[in-house]
């Protein structure tokens, strides 16, 4: 028999022993996945983005050895979670593991509240992607009409715009996997352009010291410490989202061996970008103080044009930042939908029986990819109302996305590691090691990320992100027993769905 079709039928089979049926097609590879994967988290588009944070709360080495320590933290989480998929290959991802691994008793619930709270973390990451580019967007046209006095309004804008385009190219699923390998080559292409022009223009560079030793504290905060620590939410950013392509397992062969692989490269790859950028952008800088009162609100064009000397030069390579942006923008809606419609079929969501149909034209989720733009539409409209509220969603998409990610991994260690089947990807006591690390990060950020971000405090000023979790979880307690508790999929039903589809195909081949 042929090797693919082989390969076909074993993927479909495991598919169906979990309880579902085949409904997307495995069109993605090991690269476009890492393409994707790659694409979403783009550390290096993550610290330009985000430098404003940095800047004001710690300065240069709160990102340059903020690179480290996420890279060695969010490793771990990576470890985590490729042992997981692995193990078990599901698009379902994190709520797919916490019902496997949970007791009976508490097996729906669980897997409920991790499936919510994951869908949450992508719609706040999505919203937090598309301000960036859509800030980016209106630096470089201020940059180059420097009477603009930019608005909340332009900015919204913007993020609708991106929002849309995003949305169109993800409604052709054929065409996913070549785009994610074109964003893939356009995110390094862009590195590497910009950080050889900026290092070559800039004249004079700042000395080691700077780099590596200037710490800024302009948050009000007298703990340098606290600073530190509000200014990591910049690299924290950075190197978020590392499930997305657990979301695409039932979308590539061979999963449990592809995924960890992509997990895994995107973390390599991510440092190896980012420090080397943010040691070259930091050596090219020659004005700190313009950065942080730019009026084009961007401070990583500011600082193109400081080493550069040249509009045209700046707005060109904040071009290439906007562009790598978009890939980012058109990954963060193929894990959201691809989230939103797995929880959908596990009737996870109200709706979900719309939510959860595959277009059979488009080969995609298109009902749930719909649902989940409008609702990152939406969410934009807190920007008018209030930049400290949104930025609040932001730090939120990140410790969201941790909570997630715990919730199945205190599963694992309470039924015990050496109690499940392992996966080819599975790394022992290391792996223990890894899973206790996310766990700590997790605790640690759910209490030090809600601390506010400049004092004194202020209407203003207020870190709104525990009124965002307040928030999040009265839908999720209410839908529950409203109607969630009664509705959503069971382990059990699982189990009895599978075996109906293998007695049904078993009957179809006797006829």
Known sequence: MNRWLIDANNNRSVTVEMGYTQDLERNFSKWSLLGICFALTNSWFGISASLITGI??????????????FTLINGC????????????????????????????????????????????????????????????????????????????????????????????????GKTLPRVANFFLF????????????????????????????????????????????????????????????????????????????????????????????????????????????????????????????????????????CFTGLGCQIACHTWQARLCWSFARD?????????????????????AHTMSCIIVGILGLLYIGSTTAFNSIITACIVLLYISYAIPVVLLLMKGRDNIPHGPFWLGRFGQFCNYVLLAWTVFTLGMYSVPYTMPVT????????AVYAGVFLIIFVYWFIRGKRTFRSREEREGTSQVIVQSEI?????
Request: aromatic share 14%; with cysteine; glycine share 8%.
């Open 77 to 172: 989480v990576a470890v985590s979670l490729a042992e997981l998929i692995s193990a078990m290959p599901n698009s379902g991802g994190q709520y797919f593991w916490a019902s496997v691994l949970a007791p009976p008793e508490w097996s729906n619930f669980l897997a409920y509240i991790t499936g919510f709270v994951g869908y949450a973390g992508s719609i706040f990451t999505c919203a937090s992607v598309a301000l960036s580019i859509g800030a980016s967007l209106m630096g470089m046209i201020q940059i180059n009409h420097p009477g603009l006095t930019i608005q909340r309004w332009m900015v919204f804008v913007a993020y609708q715009v991106f929002n849309f385009v995003a949305y169109i190219f993800n409604c052709y």
């Open 347 to 367: 009737r996870g969501l109200p709706g979900s029986s719309y939510w959860s149909k595959v277009h059979p034209k488009m080969g995609i989720p298109f009902n």
């Open 186 to 321: 356009v995110s390094l292409a862009s590195f590497v352009t910009i950080t050889i022009t900026v290092l070559a223009k800039s004249s004079p560079k700042k000395d080691a010291k700077f780099v590596f030793g200037t710490f800024v504290n302009n948050t009000g905060w007298e703990s340098s410490g606290i600073a530190f620590i509000v200014g990591l939410i910049n690299p924290n950013w950075s190197f978020s989202c590392l499930d997305s392509a657990t979301h695409l397992a039932e979308e590539v062969p061979h999963p449990e061996r592809n995924i960890p692989f992509a997990i895994m490269g995107t973390i390599a790859i991510g440092f190896v970008t980012s420090f080397i950028y943010s040691i070259a952008m930091f050596f090219s800088m020659s004005d700190l103080e313009q950065l942080v009162n730019t009026p084009t609100l961007t401070p990583i064009l500011e600082l193109y044009y400081q080493a550069t000397g040249s509009v045209p030069g700046a707005t060109f390579m904040e071009f290439l930042i």
């Open 459 to 466: 209407p203003g000023t207020m870190n709104y992100v525990s």
């Open 507 to 511: 009957a179809t081949k006797a006829l």
């Open 56 to 69: 004001n709360s710690g300065g240069p080495i709160v990102t340059v050895y903020g690179v480290i320590i």
